[in-house]
């Protein structure tokens, strides 16, 4: 009998050292959009205090210190927003590049969008004190439209420095931010809730999503890069956006972390021969079938209209 109890105690203990692995590799490294002033500005509220909503819930869940994206034209439009900017670094997060006016590079010319790029990194000099400010987030995620494009940017990227913030997990939470502006200038909370659940359930099936190409690709889960917006509506759902992730066995790790992981290494090291850098261009790579994606059960650029 006593064997039998520790026979049964060992092979609990097998099972619980087996888990760990899996619920390690479900990471996440949480990345913000559009600092300082992102969509629609609900009334009642100010760019200072949404970005004051994301940093204490970050803080309060303990996340470690996550990069946001800034467009310096944004302070040119709404001067009373550049705050936000001195808030998030004193709160210990990080600031990187989204260039100057958020600048398709599909659309424009290399020397165009590297003079937008530049004009940012004042911005970045001024607010970013030591930190590594040598961060690149494409502007919709546009890195090129000819190969010839692609390459000069990333050769000048290797040249100065810089890191690619390559996206492998985004639900669109933009698309909540403009309707919850109308939902509150019509205080209507009804609205409010759909957008509330809808957002919820729209991050949830988009994690499983991404989990499944990851599985697909690799047989396991690498890091994923989060994209978020510095939104009022994300500010509002944050809290219980961090519930749902640490629900599905997330944990939370820094941008660099996660690209640490041989996936990342071309937009780790932009000198490198250009690879994909999400998880939708390496499955069309392999030539493999994407898994069913999550179909929206509400339109939600139709409430509140």
């Not at 970005?51 to 034209?73: E, S």
């Not at 927003?81 to 989204?98: C, E, I, T, V």
């Not at 600048?103 to 590297?114: C, E, G, I």
Request: net charge negative; proline share 6%.
């Amino acid at each position: 009998m006593k064997n039998q109890c520790g026979m049964r105690s060992l092979l609990i203990a097998a099972l619980a050292l087996a888990a760990i692995p899996s619920a390690i590799a479900q990471q996440i490294a949480f990345t913000w959009d559009d600092l300082p002033a992102h969509s629609a500005l609900p009334q009642g509220e100010t760019r200072i205090e949404i970005g004051h909503k994301l940093i204490a819930a970050m803080k309060d869940a303990h996340i470690p210190p996550a990069y946001g994206f800034v467009n310096g034209v944004a302070i040119e439009r709404e001067p009373a927003a550049a705050p936000m900017l001195k808030d998030w670094r004193d709160a210990g997060f990080l600031l990187g590049n989204h260039t100057w006016s958020h600048l398709n590079l599909n659309t424009s010319s290399v020397a165009d969008w590297l003079a937008d790029l530049e004009k940012n990194e004042l911005v970045l000099e001024k607010y970013s004190s030591s930190s590594d400010w040598h961060w690149l987030r494409y502007p919709f995620l546009a890195e090129g439209d000819t190969p010839e494009k692609r390459t000069a940017i990333r050769g000048f990227l290797g040249i100065h420095g810089y890191k690619i913030a390559a996206v492998t997990m985004s639900f669109g939470d933009y698309m909540w931010n403009e309707p919850y502006a109308r939902c509150v200038a019509k205080n209507d909370a009804a609205s409010i809730a759909l957008l509330e659940s809808t957002y919820l359930q729209a991050a949830g099936d988009d994690a499983d999503f991404r989990r499944a190409m990851s599985k697909a690709l690799f047989g396991h889960d690498i890091p994923y890069v989060l994209l978020m917006h510095v939104g009022a509506f994300d500010a509002r759902m944050l809290p219980q956006l961090l519930k749902l992730y640490r629900d599905k066995g997330f944990t939370f790790i820094t941008l660099h972390e996660a690209e640490t992981d041989p996936f990342y290494a071309g937009a780790l090291d932009p000198s490198l021969p250009d690879q994909p850098d999400s998880l939708e261009g390496a499955m069309h790579t392999r030539g493999l079938t994407l898994p069913a994606r999550p179909k929206p059960s509400t339109d939600v650029s139709t409430i509140c209209q």
